[in-house]
């Protein structure tokens, strides 16, 4: 049973445009939610997070969105960069599994020039 | 700092061999976890280590996985006997209690392929 889940496993956009990758989630004893960044051959790399007390969170290019009531969260990337191509995963944890993370199955985004 | 970082970064071994996986933290960190890549599975959780000691193995998927940690600064995980169904990527991350919740810090992963 996939708690934290990707839907679309690949998105294709413009350089310049705006990236929108999603993330819905079943648990609702989750309570921290984070995005990782994943280049072949490297880890994932920690890229912006939101507590669930705040619906939004802002750093540069990235804004992570949460909408509690949906299970939902989305990131959104502007503009588009072609050095953003890589694969985006969501995570959450919370509740009696507080240290634990719960990863998605990633979205390929492909910026295109 | 250095980063996680994880040995060897390639490992190709014949069905049967033990395999060993081999991570040093971020120096500092308390948390320790290990994942396993697969296509099938995705980004999933092996066990986790706070302060050396195992607190969550329930992600180990058989008795032939194996992970200690003897120090704060170490950690293994071994596969004996290897089956080519554990073909996959293993990565080792480390986090700090007192730092931003649950963000976790990861390497660069081992790709392992069983024969």
């Known amino acids: 049973d996939q708690q934290v889940k990707q839907n679309s496993p690949s998105l294709s956009v413009q350089e310049g445009r705006i990236s929108i990758l999603n993330c819905d989630y079943t648990n609702s004893m989750f309570d921290y939610f984070l995005w990782y960044k994943k280049y072949p051959a490297e880890g994932p790399t920690f890229l912006i997070s939101i507590s669930s007390i705040k619906d939004k969170n802002e750093d540069g290019r990235f804004t992570v969105f949460l909408n509690k009531s949906a299970k939902h969260l989305s990131l959104h990337i502007v503009p588009s960069q072609p050095g953003d191509s890589a694969v985006y995963f969501c995570a959450a944890s919370g509740g009696s599994s507080a240290r634990q993370l719960t990863f998605g199955s990633g979205t390929q985004l492909t910026v295109l020039p | 700092d250095a980063g996680v970082i994880q040995s060897p970064r390639h490992e190709v071994t014949e069905m049967g061999q033990e395999v060993t996986l081999r991570c040093k933290p971020i120096s500092g960190h308390d948390y320790l976890f290990w994942y396993r890549q697969t296509m099938m599975r995705g980004l999933e959780l092996l066990i986790y280590?706070?302060?050396?000691?195992?607190?969550?193995d329930s992600g180990m998927p058989e008795d032939r996985f194996s992970a200690k940690m003897p120090n704060a600064s170490f950690s293994t995980l071994k596969i004996q006997p290897s089956e080519p169904r554990d073909s996959a990527v293993y990565f080792c991350?480390?986090?700090?209690?007192?730092?931003?919740?649950?963000?976790?810090?990861f390497g660069p992963g081992t790709r392992l392929t069983v024969l």
């Open positions: 991350a480390s986090s700090l209690t007192l730092g931003v919740p649950d963000t976790q810090y």
């Open positions: 280590f706070n302060n050396n000691v195992p607190i969550d």
